[in-house]
């Protein structure tokens, strides 16, 4: 069992006394992501990270891995335009985390990674505040946007133009097909916009960078396959940070 809320409250109690316990806080949030992939893009990306971490640990004997109910809401304002963009402030993002962070080191729980696949950068912003505030070892912020850890993720991830493109729609199919619409995805021609560069420029929602139908990058071209072989990679990753934070006292 790996979900934290599955446990009776006696199950909690015993993992005070077992290997270490890793508590992972899946966060994204719900925006549109093109016309073929669901709102909940972010936070199925961040669960299936999540969850194969927590598979690949089951039988570790010096680390317990479970899972924190997700914080699907997050800063999200660059796809207003669209329907089903529903955000939260940057205040209420920042003080759940912290909240839930504290309220879990109270229980005896200091070790938590938050693993977050929207990358807004207001939201990104807030969660690396929210890790400051706490200002505690054994809370982690697994940063996929750093330049070493980047560079271990796709052609078009490292593009930065991958909003509902290959690199998102090609995870959700790996885990969750049936949201796809696929015959749409296949009439989607390829639309490159380098996000960061238009955000550097001021550019602060997506139709102002061009994307009309709310995606960059080439969704059509996405594939189950290559979505499985980089959830491969971003568990590794997370594992990396999961075991070294395992260590910590």
């Known amino acids: 069992m790996t979900q934290f809320a599955d446990l009776t409250m006696n199950a909690v109690a015993d993992l ?4 270490t316990p890793v508590l992972l806080l899946p966060v994204g949030a719900i925006e ?5 992939a669901p709102l909940g893009t972010d936070p199925i990306i961040s669960a299936g990270m999540c969850d ?14 479970l899972i924190l109910p997700p914080l699907p809401y997050g800063v999200t304002r660059y796809g207003a335009a669209f329907p089903g963009a529903v955000g939260v402030s940057e205040d209420t993002l920042h003080a759940l985390v912290v909240d839930v962070c504290t309220s879990l080191a109270q ?9 977050n696949n929207h990358f807004e950068p207001e939201h990104v912003t807030t969660l690396l505040r929210a890790v400051a505030t706490l200002d505690r070892p054994t809370v982690r912020y697994l940063n996929l946007l750093k330049r070493h850890t980047a560079a271990q993720l796709t052609d078009e991830f490292r593009s930065g133009s991958c909003h509902a493109g290959r690199y998102e729609t090609s995870l959700v199919l790996a885990d969750h097909p049936h949201l796809v619409d696929t015959d749409t995805m296949a009439t ?13 420029d001021g550019r602060t929602d997506f139709p102002a960078m061009g994307m009309d139908q709310a ?15 980089t959830f491969d990679t971003l568990t590794e990753l997370l594992i990396d940070v999961i075991r070294d934070l395992a260590k910590q006292d």
């Open 16 to 19: 005070l006394t077992g290997p």
């Open 32 to 36: 549109p992501h093109g016309p073929h």
């Open 52 to 65: 194969r971490a927590a598979a690949r640990l089951a039988d570790a004997p010096d680390v317990r891995v």
């Open 107 to 115: 229980q005896g729980f200091p070790r938590v990674v938050i693993v």
């Open 188 to 200: 989607l021609p390829p639309l490159i916009v380098d996000m960061p560069a238009a955000m550097r």
């Open 215 to 229: 995606y960059c990058g080439a969704p059509a071209e996405a594939t189950a396959a290559e979505g499985l072989s």
